[in-house]
């Protein structure tokens, strides 16, 4: 059973406006959640994370936002560009996994 | 500035055949990790290790055996290859801090079995 779920494969935007990619998990024990980007052909790169003591966390254009009580999170990109177009992966950790455990991806095209 | 390595990047074995992919970190980090990526699945990890001379098994081991006998080197191995172990399989290495940092990823290893 999948533990941490991207339910959109793919999501399209037009530049300059926001995107938001979403993330579920079902274990509580996790309590330390990351978003990596990934560009074909290349290995997934770390974009930003967040601890369950925060509920937002920003750099730059990146928001995360988290909802612990629904067990989600949301990665709000303001505003959208095209080298923005990538796979984005959430992963969660911690809670004494040493590990972690990633969605399934959501596929951002940022539309010219 | 290397960061993490893999070894081949890419590789077309026969069904039955044996090989041995390589991960190599400069960073001096704790852990290691070896996922592969399939369409529609995301990332799912493999085997990982907490450790020099420790392995864990992931969410999908099956198939596969490791190795960390240096700190620096994750070996990832398969026995008998299967078609259904065609994939891309990236490495991943943290500094530790039982997962409350991020993971360092290699370029992946593209492997078709055939």
């Known amino acids: 059973d999948q533990q941490v779920k991207q339910n959109s494969p793919s999501l399209s935007v037009q530049e300059g406006r926001i995107s938001i990619l979403n993330c579920d998990y079902t274990n509580s024990m996790f309590d330390y959640f990351l978003w990596y980007k990934k560009y074909p052909a290349e290995g997934p790169t770390f974009l930003i994370s967040?601890?369950?003591?925060?509920d937002k966390n920003e750099d730059g254009r990146f928001t995360v936002f988290l909802n612990k009580s629904a067990k989600h999170l949301s990665l709000h990109i303001v505003p959208s560009q095209p080298g923005d177009s990538a796979v984005y992966f959430c992963a969660a950790s911690g809670g004494g996994t040493y590990k972690y455990i990633f969605g399934t991806g959501t596929r951002l095209k940022v539309l010219a | 500035n290397a960061g993490v390595t893999q070894t081949p990047k890419f590789r077309v074995l026969k069904t039955g055949q044996s090989m041995t992919l390589l991960c190599a970190q400069d960073?001096?980090?704790?852990?290691m990790y070896w996922y592969r990526q399939d369409p529609g699945m995301g990332l799912r990890l493999i085997h990982y290790s907490v450790g020099e001379g420790t392995t864990a098994k992931g969410e999908v081991p099956d198939g596969y055996n490791v190795s960390r006998l240096k700190k620096q080197n994750f070996l990832l191995g398969l026995e008998s290859a299967a078609p259904s172990q065609t994939s891309v399989y990236f490495c991943?290495?943290?500094?530790?801090?039982?997962?409350?940092?991020?993971?360092?990823f290699g370029q992946g290893t593209r492997l078709t079995v055939v």
């Open positions: 960073m001096n980090h704790e852990y």
């Open positions: 991943a290495s943290s500094p530790g801090d039982r997962g409350y940092t991020e993971a360092f």
């Open positions: 967040i601890s369950s003591i925060k």
